[in-house]
């Protein structure tokens, strides 16, 4: 029988006793796969190819781990929504770090594995519905070129879950890179133990970035690699109309993936305010606030840097303050580059800012759709939209189609240009959970699997996406989502 491969070298477990928890998963009822990723699983140099269902569910239930495997909850704060909380994995636990073939590690996380000590009054476990949504969210988030967190599989445990209504209980297991956060920064500051915080930062740079680890101000190099990072995140995310709806400093990781798929949606119709999380009242992480809001909590890891940078604290904040300085500058630069490549552009021309800016307020004014506005541009869009039909929209299209010559483009050129920038297919809200009703109410996967299919290549595949490219029914807009569920 061929090996699974599992190479565990569990280091996060080596840190001061004040970051983590260490305790087992609680065992499930009946656990039974529901999803897994064998292509991820490959790609990370584990085969299960020989394992079956019921020895895979036992696995990912958490109910027999694999040797090697030493399960922790980590600690960690946050600032959620502005105010700042001890929180931590409350139904979660890191069961290892795996390292494949080339040195590569990757943190082997199951979601909705029981009580930790930091539960507080939650039961420590997920409903099935936010799994699945989590797992074809963030497959769809990856295989839009967009660093993120990955989903190997989701396993139903036989037990409910109590909400709103009686729910079936899934464990679901996340790969990243770490689950080191701003928020286990702002818990280490705190510790009562004043070395924790130094423990973490040196455990950060030798797992995440050891080439500066000999730099003069290392801790200056971290705060900018992770701004750096953080801005081209940011981008991406609305480079494809994500909003990710809850950016808490403890839902921001070091590592620059994606993190926490709770309230997370993708934006159909353009408009810079869309809020999806029903308890985003004032629309502090909407679309257009992701920037000013990263910006917010990278200040926030700045402060919990500020005794690592310099041992006089006036000099750290004056060094600190610089990183940050450039913030909207590097911001709009960025933006404005991946702008153009929507727009399939070569250089820059002054007159480009208005170029962009007039499209997007004529897509606001008439409700276009962000993705599809793009497809149509790029001739993709499979069903007619009189939305295009419109004057104000040829006038531009005709000072887009001269400006894109500019800069020796040949139109192939520019389309290539565009395809690499805009994908044809989004996990759009309403096909998101038709498919997930029909998974949870009828335990049928078909559709499930069906978006996934689609959504494995989003910026290439052009057969069978007439439907998925479908905009809600008007008055089906409003959609809303949740936290912690
Ligand atoms: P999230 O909204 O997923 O970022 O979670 C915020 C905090 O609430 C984290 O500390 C989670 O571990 C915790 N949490 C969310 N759901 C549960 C649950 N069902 N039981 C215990 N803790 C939870
Ligand atoms: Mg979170």
Not at 139 to 152: F, G, M, Y
Not at 160 to 175: D, H, Q, S, W
Not at 255 to 264: F, L, M, Q, V
Request: with cysteine; charged share 25%.
């Amino acid at each position: 029988m061929k090996k699974i491969g599992w190479q565990f070298d569990n280091t996060y477990s080596k840190l001061p006793k004040n970051l983590l928890s260490k305790l087992n998963p609680t065992p499930v009822k009946s656990p039974e796969v529901v999803l897994f990723n064998h292509s991820l699983s490959k790609e990370i140099g584990l085969d299960f190819s020989e394992i079956d269902n019921e020895k895979l569910a036992l696995t990912f239930s958490g109910n027999q781990l694999p040797d090697g495997s030493e399960t922790i909850a980590q600690a960690y704060a946050g600032h959620q929504f502005g105010h700042f909380t001890l929180l931590g994995d409350g139904r979660a636990l890191v069961i290892g770090e795996h390292v494949d073939k080339n040195k590569k590690r990757y943190d082997i996380q199951f979601k909705g594995s029981g009580k930790t000590p930091y539960s507080r009054n939650g039961d420590g476990r997920a409903a099935l519905g936010p799994m699945l949504r989590e797992y074809i969210v963030s497959e769809a988030i990856h295989n839009l070129k967009i660093p993120t967190t990955r989903s190997l599989a989701v396993v139903k445990t036989g037990e409910n879950v109590i909400r709103e209504k009686n729910l079936e209980g899934a464990v679901l297991t996340r790969i990243a890179s770490s689950h080191i956060r701003i928020g286990t920064f702002q818990y280490a500051c705190i510790s009562k133990d004043k070395n924790d915080l130094k423990a973490l930062f040196d455990y950060t740079i030798e797992r995440h970035y050891p080439h500066i680890r000999n730099f003069k101000f290392p801790a200056i190099e971290l705060l900018n690699i992770v701004t750096e990072k953080q801005i081209d995140l940011i981008i991406d995310w609305m480079r494809v109309g994500f909003v990710h709806g809850v950016m808490n400093t403890d839902n921001v990781a070091i590592s620059g993936e994606t993190i926490d798929y709770g309230p997370c949606a993708f934006m159909d119709t353009y408009d810079p305010r869309t809020v999806f999380s029903s308890i985003d009242y004032y629309g502090r992480y909407a679309f257009s606030n992701q920037p000013s809001i990263i910006k917010w909590n990278l200040e926030k890891f700045a402060e919990v840097l500020i005794p690592l940078i310099d041992t006089d604290s006036n000099r750290s904040i004056e060094m600190a303050k610089e990183v940050l300085k450039d913030f909207d500058t590097k911001f709009k630069k960025g933006w404005f580059k991946m702008m153009r490549k929507k727009l399939g552009l070569k250089g820059e021309e002054s007159k480009d800012e208005n170029l962009i800016t007039k499209l997007l307020s004529w897509m606001k004014q008439n409700k276009a759709d962000y993705t599809n506005t793009f497809c149509y541009l790029m001739d993709d869009l499979i069903q007619k939209n009189k939305t295009f039909e419109n004057e104000e929209f040829n006038h531009w299209k005709q000072q887009w189609k001269n400006r894109s010559k500019l800069y020796g483009n040949s139109p192939e050129n520019s389309l290539q240009i565009m395809h690499e920038a805009n994908p044809l297919v989004i996990p759009r809200n309403h096909l998101v959970e038709g498919a997930l009703n029909v998974a949870t109410e009828n335990n049928d996967l078909t559709k499930v699997k069906e978006l996934l299919k689609i959504l494995k290549d989003p910026y290439k595949n052009k057969t069978n996406i007439d439907y998925y490219q479908s905009t809600p029914i008007p008055g089906k807009e409003r959609y809303k989502t949740y936290c912690g569920t």
